[in-house]
């Protein structure tokens, strides 16, 4: 699992849907959330929390232009490459935090990934949670 530990700047809601933004080294992050029960004290602008997602949620890019959906970019760079035959692990470094990517192994060669190389890391907003610290 990922861990980056950020402050929550915003909170807009709708019924039980939180947009929830963070800012992380600088970074801005986004999180849709569901919550059934009133609003959790942690969770209010200022605070400081954890962002988590799983690693086969961080998608990667390459030269990536244009716009996108997507509002959690984290421009990286290539630490190491795990390979396995269908899936391979690979290694970030994004400002001060290693973030890891589990993606397929044909992912890595249409890429043309290689240690060193910089790459965008993408999770979506509905990806990714909050962890009171």
């Avoid at 947009?19 to 200022?46: K, R, T």
Wanted: a neutral charge; charged letters at 20%.
């Amino acid at each position: 699992m990922n861990k980056l530990t950020g402050k929550i700047s915003r909170i807009q809601q709708s019924g039980a849907i939180l947009l929830v933004d963070a800012e992380v080294d600088g970074h801005n992050f986004s999180a849709m959330l569901i919550d059934s029960a009133p609003q959790q004290q942690w969770l209010q602008p200022g605070n400081t929390i954890y962002l988590v997602f799983k690693e086969t949620e961080v998608s990667l890019a390459k030269n990536l232009s244009g716009m996108i959906s997507m509002r959690n970019r984290m421009k990286c760079i290539v630490l190491s490459i795990e390979r396995g035959e269908l899936l391979s692990k690979i290694s970030l470094q994004f400002q001060q935090s290693i973030i890891i990517s589990a993606i397929t192994s044909r992912s890595v060669d249409m890429l043309q990934l290689n240690i060193g190389d910089e790459v965008e890391a993408l999770v979506k907003s509905n990806e990714v949670s909050f962890m009171k610290i």
